[in-house]
């Protein structure tokens, strides 16, 4: 039953790409790094993973997009820039002095490793200062393009009305997708993308738009809510 009705997402979400671009989403090509609001790298996934915790998206793009234009995407030049330059550029960004210290870190590691693809390890992310199971596995999933589907409050939300189950923690809307759809990184994607969208317009704490939302025909949530 689960599978069915993720799978029912799925299509629902194809049908209705525009809804999701609107809210950063852009659905492109499995290994495409465009799903992210159409960001140009796996580095500029990764820089803003870190830098969007607890800040707004809209500000955390436009400060990836001035990174993009200083040549600091790129993790050797961003490694070998102090403190203070990137404090200028990223000033306005919740916690920016933390997140600076943490992106010059996170360059420092990559490039000991030689590479970014060998960063692809999930117990490595997860050794990380600054980076938990939501961070890590977005990573994997959009700049890696592992099958690792993330863990959210969006999915937990989202997903407890859909099913009508009480979902208590994010770790397990990460179980019960995993276990239900194969390992397909293009569906994983999608996944995620739609049910952050669906939150961020429509799947409310209080007061959600039901009426309004893409998903209220498969809904169990408002299914008994709207008569």
């Known amino acids: 039953m689960i599978r069915k009705i993720l799978e029912t997402l799925l299509e629902i979400f194809e049908n209705n790409r525009s809804i999701?671009?609107?809210?950063?989403?852009?659905?492109?090509?499995?290994?495409?790094?465009?799903?992210?609001?159409?960001?140009?790298s796996a580095e500029e996934i990764i820089i803003s993973a870190i830098l969007v915790q607890m800040s707004r998206w809209e500000i955390v793009k436009s400060k990836v997009e001035e990174?993009?234009?200083?040549?600091?995407?790129?993790?050797y030049k961003l490694y070998n820039t102090t403190e203070q330059e990137l404090y200028?550029?990223?000033?306005?960004?919740?916690?920016?002095?933390?997140?600076?210290?943490?992106?010059?870190?996170?360059?420092?590691?990559?490039?000991?490793l030689g590479s970014v693809e060998k960063f692809y390890d999930r117990n490595l992310l997860l050794s990380i200062d600054g980076i938990?199971?939501?961070?890590?596995?977005?990573?994997?999933?959009?700049?890696?393009h592992k099958p690792n589907f993330p863990p959210s409050e969006y999915g937990k939300r989202v997903l407890s009305?859909?099913?009508?189950?009480?979902?208590k923690k994010k770790n397990e809307v990460k179980r019960l997708v995993e276990e239900n759809l194969?390992?397909?990184?293009?569906?994983?994607k999608l996944?995620?993308?739609?049910?952050?969208?669906?939150?961020?317009?429509?799947?409310?704490?209080?007061?959600?738009?039901?009426?309004?939302?893409?998903?209220?025909?498969?809904?169990?949530?408002?299914?008994?809510?709207?008569?």
């Open 161 to 167: 009305r859909v099913l009508g189950i009480n979902i």
């Open 88 to 112: 200028d550029v990223l000033k306005g960004i919740n916690f920016y002095k933390t997140k600076v210290k943490r992106l010059i870190n996170l360059s420092k590691i990559i490039i000991n």
């Open 132 to 144: 938990g199971e939501e961070t890590a596995d977005s990573i994997l999933l959009f700049a890696g």
């Open 191 to 227: 996944l995620h993308a739609g049910i952050v969208t669906v939150g961020r317009a429509f799947c409310f704490i209080e007061n959600p738009k039901c009426e309004d939302c893409i998903l209220k025909k498969v809904c169990k949530y408002y299914r008994e809510n709207s008569s």
């Open 20 to 40: 999701l671009k609107e809210k950063g989403w852009i659905v492109s090509s499995e290994t495409s790094y465009e799903w992210w609001d159409g960001l140009k």
């Open 182 to 188: 194969e390992l397909n990184v293009y569906e994983y």
């Open 67 to 75: 990174m993009r234009s200083k040549g600091l995407t790129d993790f």
